[in-house]
């Protein structure tokens, strides 16, 4: 990897996203109107949405970023745009590294507005620190473009790269303990959560809600989506195409 290369596939990845408000409302927009849907949805029972609300603050980035990274990564190796940037001295972790950058630092902007909204807007209770919930969302949202990322070498089309959140991220969403206590889940169930990085997203809010300072839980789990993250974006590097056969 070259820092030079990396940066310069950041800066052209964002100039792009510039040029394309539909993605940057998606992105920006979506995760916003959806707490507040949820926040009036619960507007009889404040607690309910306190309950939630944390974890799907998590939860609406990771889905969004993934749909985006995804289609965009594909739309740029079915148009050639891929093959022709990896003709050039640019390697395929240069390449990863450059989208993760360029999609992080508007993965930085969601989570800042979506934190603000939550907390000051919709008046979303925490017991922690506004802090650690921003890292955890940001977290969240750097695992669904790792995510994206590493799907979309797998897409023949734009069709089939949306396919792949069923297979993805809804396995992960009715898991992660959002919906049920994942002790109380069948074993299979509980064994299969523990592996999925979602659960520690969603743990990771919870320790924010409920303790007053950083504990050594909200660390393991901050650390598990951060690791997974890393993971998956090694992984799209080893599996990115140059072409769509």
């Excluded at 820092?3 to 052209?12: F, K, L, N, Q, S």
């Excluded at 539909?22 to 507007?43: K, N, Q, Y």
């Excluded at 390697?91 to 800042?112: H, M, N, R, T």
């Amino acid at each position: 990897m070259n820092a030079a290369r990396t940066t310069a596939t950041a800066a052209r990845v964002l100039r792009q996203l510039r040029h394309d408000p539909r993605s940057i409302a998606l992105m920006l927009l979506v995760p916003v109107l959806m707490l507040t849907l949820l926040r009036f949805v619960f507007d009889g029972s404040p607690r309910t949405f306190d309950g939630i609300g944390a974890s799907l603050l998590g939860i609406f980035p990771l889905i969004t970023m993934f749909l985006v990274t995804s289609i965009a990564t594909l739309r740029e190796r079915t148009s050639g745009t891929l093959e022709r940037l990896l003709a050039m001295p640019l390697g395929k972790g240069d390449l990863i590294a450059g989208y993760a950058l360029a999609f992080g630092a508007v993965a930085v902007l969601q989570s800042l507005l979506a934190t603000g909204l939550a907390l000051w807007a919709l008046g979303l209770d925490v017991v922690g620190s506004p802090w650690l919930l921003l890292l955890v969302a940001l977290l969240d949202a750097l695992l669904g473009t790792a995510l994206g990322l590493f799907v979309s070498a797998f897409a023949a089309s734009e069709f089939q790269a949306v396919q792949f959140m069923p297979a993805v991220i809804f396995p992960q969403l009715l898991l992660c303990g959002l919906f049920a206590a994942r002790d109380t889940m069948h074993p299979v169930l509980e064994g299969l959560s523990d592996v999925l990085p979602m659960s520690y997203a969603v743990d990771g809010m919870t320790q924010v809600l409920t303790h007053t300072d950083m504990t050594a839980d909200f660390v393991r789990d901050a650390a598990i989506v951060a690791g997974c993250a890393l993971l998956v974006l090694a992984l799209g590097a080893v599996t990115l195409r140059r072409r769509t056969p």
